[in-house]
């Protein structure tokens, strides 16, 4: 049994992994600053979401910001509640925001996972995961990347999420503190914000509005956030899991153009998809090797993106 402090635990990941560690022997702790990403998601939206999202669990809130707050405060709060894992999903969770605002980028993915980790180290935390990206890889090298993958972001926020995973790998090596890093791609389901390509695009096709893809072979691995959240729960408790990275995803890339024709279908909706040159601003994906995943921790995803789209429209 352990004690988990989630960072983000308000999030779309982080609330569904919540409502998940209630019906286990682990007790879950929030910390959340209730983060409209610099204007990116509207206020009155993200309020609402926050209220359907609390209404899932029973655990309480505690409304701090990790990446601004004073260090001192970080310790007294870490001090305070002894969590036996943090689970650090406070960030901004797409890079078009970093890309806009680099600078807070750099303070919420850098700053604010320094805070934690000293106060991690300083107080006997015995895991630390970092949740990361597939942003990290840059464009994808083969078909399939695993973990081993090569490491070249192209943009702002996966390179500072790799920068982030080395420091993350760099407290182990100073200080012994154990850690799990997660790479997880295109997290996808209900009580997600509008702000996403796929919540985009159903709200498209629900108003017969023209869907549009920059790209024609664009694939992403789109992956469930109960899926997800299932192997977030396992780095953070499973004995394998310890000092070791993993890619959590469905491990199948499926193509934008296939996501807006399931969305049309889904909804009966008479959008039309058209489909431009990529604009290079975002790497060339696909999917992900979760063997290491499956073999190490039993991770097992079951939720394909025609049933998970299915289910995501459903609860809008």
Do not use: W
């Not at 007294?76 to 960030?91: G, R, S």
């Not at 805070?115 to 597939?134: G, P």
């Not at 390509?197 to 893809?213: E, G, H, P, Q, Y």
């Not at 996501?259 to 889904?266: L, S």
């Amino acid at each position: 049994m352990s004690k988990i402090l989630l960072t983000g635990g308000l999030g779309f990941i982080g609330h569904t992994i919540v409502r998940k560690l209630e019906n286990t022997e682990h007790t879950p702790v929030i910390i959340d600053n209730r983060s409209d990403y610099c204007g990116a998601i509207n206020r009155n939206e993200l309020e609402k979401l926050i209220q359907e999202r609390k209404a899932l669990f029973k655990t309480d809130v505690q409304e701090h910001n990790v990446c601004i707050s004073n260090t001192n405060q970080i310790d007294y709060l870490v001090n305070d509640i002894k969590p036996d894992v943090i689970v650090h999903l406070a960030a901004f969770p797409r890079a078009k925001v970093v890309i806009q605002n680099p600078q807070v980028g750099c303070d919420v993915i850098l700053k604010g996972l320094l805070n934690l980790l000293e106060s991690a180290r300083k107080h006997n935390v015995k895991r630390f995961v970092f949740i990361s990206s597939s942003m990290i890889y840059g464009d994808f090298d083969q078909d399939c990347n695993p973990e081993t993958a090569s490491t070249n972001p192209i943009e702002p926020y996966g390179i500072m999420k790799l920068c982030a995973e080395h420091l993350v790998r760099n407290y182990n090596r100073l200080y012994g503190l154990e850690y799990s890093i997660v790479r997880p791609s295109a997290v996808y389901g209900p009580y997600d914000v509008v702000d996403r390509v796929l919540s985009k695009f159903i709200v498209k096709a629900k108003a017969d509005k023209t869907m549009r893809i920059n790209g024609e072979g664009l694939a992403l691995d789109f992956s469930y956030v109960d899926d997800v959240a299932d192997g977030m729960i396992l780095c953070a408790t499973h004995p394998k899991a310890a000092n070791e990275t993993f890619n959590i995803t469905r491990s199948v890339a499926r193509s934008l153009v296939d996501a807006g024709n399931i969305i049309i279908k889904e909804t009966n909706s008479n959008s039309e998809l058209i489909v431009s040159e990529n604009d290079g601003k975002y790497p060339k994906r696909g999917a992900l090797d979760i063997s290491k995943a499956r073999d190490l921790l039993g991770f097992n995803p079951t939720v394909n993106i025609e049933e998970g789209l299915k289910q995501y429209i459903d609860s809008l």
